[in-house]
C-alpha cells in the first residue's frame, strides 16, 4: 500500500508540472485535456491484456492482526483521519496564499505548490514503507500520533522562522528578490543571463527563476514528508476480525478524502475570511498537538506534561500575529500609512502618505496606485474618439483612476464598475480618498466577474473600458481570450469603443484583431492600451471640449497628465499586423498569455531563426 500510494502520489507531482508548464502552455488546455483522456484510454487496454497473466495464488484475504486495544481504534481511527485530512488540505490553502503574494498570481504557483506537495506525500510514503513491516501495530498507531504532533511542531517552527529571519537577517533580501518579480517564473533568465560569468548575479538569476518551487520546498516539503508517511500507518492499524485489507483501505481513505473536503470548504470560506492566514494556522497547529494527548495518557511523565506546556506556550507567544506574515513580505514604504485586509479573494495590502500617494497590492501584485497620470491619458484619449458617453462600463477598480477620469469627463451620465474582489473594496472603504471618489450619484458599484457581469445582463455602452490585471496573472484569460472580447463586442453600441490596457502588446492585438476591425494601438515604455470599436475610429472632440477634463486636476497633475500623454505614440495597425500575425489569438481553451510560457519560448525561437517566421495574413 504504502508503495502503491508513493506511486501514485508522484505521479501526480509530476503531472502537474508537467500539465502546466509543457502541454498547457505549449498546446492549450483542450489538447492537455486529450493527453490526459489518451493516457487513460492507454491504462484501460494495458489492463485488458495484463489481466490474462498469471496472478499470485490468494487463496485467503489478508486479515490484520489481531490488537488488545482493537475496540478504541477501530472506533476512533476513522475520525482522527478525517481531522489529519482537514489539516492537510488547511495548510495547503494556507501555504498557498502565502506562497502567491510571494511569486504573485502566477498560474504556475498552484503547479508548483501542488507538485510540492504530492513529492513531499509520495517521498514520505516511499520512506514509511521501509519501517512499517517492523512495527506492531500499537507501534504504528503510536507513531501516528507522533507524526501529527511533530508536522504542528514543524509548522509553527516554520512559519515562525521565515517571519523572524524575514525581520532580522538577510532572508528579508531573497524575500525582496522574489517580491519584485512581476512574472513567475522569468523565462528570460533561464534563456539568457544564466549565461553570466558572475556567481552571484548568476546565483541571483537562479533564485529568480526557481523561486516558485523555492518558496513551497521551504514551506512544504518537511510537513507533507510527514503527512504521507501518516496514511499507510494508519491503515494499517484500522482493522475488525474477518476483515481485508481493501475494506480497511476503502474505509480509511474515504475518511480521509472527506477531512479534506471539509478542510477546504471550512478554510476557504470561513477560517482565512474570519480570522486571517496566521491565526487560522495557529489553530490547526493547536489542533494537531492534541495529538499528543493519547501519547501523555500511556507515558504519564512530567517531563513531557511541561514539554507540551512549554510548547504551547512559546508558539502562543511568538507565532505571528494576524497579518504580520503578509507585512513582512510587502515592501516598505516611509511615511505611508499601511492598510491591510484578508478576506475570502486574497490578500490587499494599500499604503497611503499625506499628499495622497497610493501603493495597491492585491495577492502581492501592483494594481492601480495614485497618482496614475496613464490611466487619465487612456479616458481622455477614448473621450477624444468617443461618439456619446452617456453610459460607461469599468471592468476593474484598482485604485480608481479610471473610474475618477471617466466621472470628470462631461456629459457623463452613469458609470458601472464591475469589481471582483470584494476584499479590496472594504480595504479601500476605510481610506477616506476612495470613500471620497465612491460618493458620487452616477457611478454604480458591483462586485461580480466581468464576464459573468456580461453574460448575464443585456445593457449597451457608449465605452467600455478594461483594466483588471496583468495578462500574465492566473484566470486572467477568463478576460483576454478572443471569445471574451465578442461578449464585449455585443454589449457596445454600434459606434462604442472598447479600450484595454495592455502588457502584452502582440498577443493582445492579435485576439482584438479577430473581432474588432478598427483599432488604435498606444503604446508607452512598458505597456499600453488599445482602442477598439466596430466602427471607423475618429476625432469626435478637439482639445477645447476636452479642456474641463484637463482643468478639473491641480495645474501639477495637469502638467503630469500632458507630459505622459505625449511620451504616448500611437502606431498604425496596419504596421503592427504583420508582425502579430506571428502569434495565435487567445483563446477560451488556449490562453496563451496567462500560460505564458509557450508564447515566450515561441518568440525567443522566432527571434533566433528569422526564417521560420509563418507566413504572415493580409
Known amino acids: ?31 492537455t485535456i486529450y ?23 490468494l487463496k485467503t484475504p ?38 502567491t503574494v510571494l511569486v504573485k498570481s502566477s498560474p504556475y504557483a498552484f503547479a508548483s505548490v501542488l507538485a510540492v506537495y504530492l513529492l513531499g506525500i509520495g517521498v514520505g510514503s516511499l520512506l514509511i514503507a521501509q519501517i512499517i513491516p517492523k512495527l506492531s501495530a500499537p507501534q504504528r498507531f503510536s507513531l501516528f500520533l507522533k507524526l501529527q504532533v511533530v508536522i504542528a511542531i514543524t509548522v509553527a517552527a516554520i512559519f515562525m522562522a521565515y517571519y523572524y529571519l524575514t525581520l532580522y537577517s538577510p532572508l528579508a533580501y531573497w524575500t525582496k528578490i522574489s517580491f519584485a518579480q ?7 533568465y533561464l534563456l539568457e543571463d544564466f549565461q553570466s560569468h558572475n556567481i552571484f548575479k548568476w546565483g541571483v538569476d537562479f533564485f529568480r527563476f526557481f523561486t516558485v518551487l523555492i518558496w513551497p520546498m521551504i514551506f512544504l516539503f518537511i510537513p507533507t514528508l510527514m503527512m504521507g508517511a501518516s496514511f499507510p500507518l494508519i491503515v494499517g492499524i484500522v482493522f475488525e476480525k474477518r476483515i481485508s485489507a481493501e475494506w480497511a483501505t476503502g474505509k480509511i481513505y474515504f475518511f480521509n478524502v472527506l477531512g479534506n473536503v471539509l478542510g477546504a470548504i471550512v478554510t476557504g470560506v470561513v477560517l482565512l475570511p474570519l480570522l486571517g492566514s496566521e491565526w487560522t494556522a ?32 512559546l508558539v502562543g507567544i511568538f507565532f505571528p500575529k494576524r497579518g504580520e506574515i503578509y507585512r513582512v513580505i510587502h515592501p516598505v514604504f516611509r511615511g505611508f500609512q499601511a492598510y491591510f485586509n484578508e478576506g475570502q479573494d486574497g490578500v490587499v495590502m494599500t499604503y497611503i502618505n499625506n499628499e495622497g500617494l497610493v501603493h495597491n497590492f492585491i ?34 477598480y484598482g485604485t480608481g483612476s479610471i473610474t475618477e477620469g471617466v466621472l470628470k469627463l462631461p456629459g457623463v451620465k452613469k458609470v458601472t464598475v464591475v469589481e471582483l474582489n470584494k476584499t479590496l473594496l472594504k480595504n479601500l472603504d476605510r481610506i477616506p480618498l476612495f470613500q471620497k471618489l465612491m460618493k458620487d450619484p452616477r457611478l454604480e458599484l458591483i462586485i461580480d466577474d466581468g464576464r459573468r457581469f456580461l453574460l448575464s445582463h443585456e445593457s449597451r455602452y457608449d465605452m467600455v473600458f478594461m483594466s483588471p490585471l496583468r495578462s500574465t496573472s492566473a484566470y486572467s484569460n477568463n478576460i483576454y481570450s478572443q471569445q471574451f472580447f465578442e461578449v464585449v463586442s455585443r454589449h457596445l453600441l454600434p459606434d462604442g469603443i472598447f479600450v484595454v490596457w495592455t502588457d502584452s502588446l502582440d498577443s493582445t492585438f492579435r485576439t482584438l484583431d479577430e473581432v474588432f476591425p478598427y483599432k488604435r494601438v498606444h503604446t508607452g515604455n512598458t505597456e499600453g492600451f488599445y482602442i477598439a470599436s466596430r466602427q471607423p ?20 497633475d495637469r502638467d503630469k497628465i500632458i507630459a505622459t500623454s505625449q511620451g504616448i505614440h500611437v502606431v498604425d495597425q496596419k504596421f503592427l499586423r504583420p508582425h502579430m500575425y506571428n502569434y495565435r489569438p487567445a483563446q477560451d ?11 515566450w519560448f515561441s518568440n525567443y525561437w522566432l527571434d533566433h531563426n528569422p526564417s521560420g517566421l509563418r507566413k504572415t495574413l493580409p
Not at 71 to 79: Q, S
Request: hydrophobic share 55%; proline share 5%; aromatic share 14%.
Open 1 to 31: 500500500l504504502s508503495y502503491l500510494y508513493s506511486v501514485n502520489t508522484l505521479g501526480g507531482a509530476v503531472g502537474s508540472l508537467v500539465g502546466s508548464f509543457y502541454l498547457i502552455s505549449f498546446f492549450g488546455i483542450k489538447s
Open 35 to 57: 493527453a490526459a483522456a489518451a493516457i487513460n484510454l492507454c491504462l484501460a487496454i494495458a489492463v485488458l491484456f495484463l489481466r490474462k497473466l498469471a496472478l499470485p495464488n
Open 62 to 99: 489478508f486479515i490484520f492482526p489481531q490488537l488488545k486495544t482493537k475496540k478504541m481504534i477501530a472506533t476512533y481511527a476513522p475520525f482522527l483521519v478525517a481531522v489529519t485530512g482537514f489539516l492537510a488540505i488547511g495548510y495547503e490553502l494556507i501555504w498557498f496564499r502565502i506562497i
Open 182 to 188: 512581476d512574472v513567475h517564473p522569468p523565462v528570460y
Open 282 to 313: 495557529l489553530i490547526f497547529i493547536f489542533t494537531g498537538l492534541l495529538f499528543a494527548l493519547p501519547l501523555l495518557k500511556e507515558n504519564k511523565s512530567l517531563k513531557n506534561y511541561c514539554g507540551i506546556v512549554v510548547m504551547v506556550l
Open 363 to 396: 495577492n502581492g501584485d501592483s494594481h492601480g496606485g495614485r497618482p496614475a497620470y496613464s490611466f487619465y491619458v487612456q479616458v481622455l484619449e477614448a473621450a477624444a474618439v468617443a461618439k456619446n458617453l452617456n453610459h460607461v462600463l469599468i471592468i476593474g
Open 537 to 556: 475610429i475618429a476625432l469626435a472632440r478637439d482639445s477645447k471640449t476636452l479642456r474641463p477634463f484637463l482643468e478639473s486636476f491641480s495645474p501639477l
Open 589 to 599: 481553451w488556449l490562453p496563451i498569455s496567462e500560460y505564458y510560457w509557450g508564447i
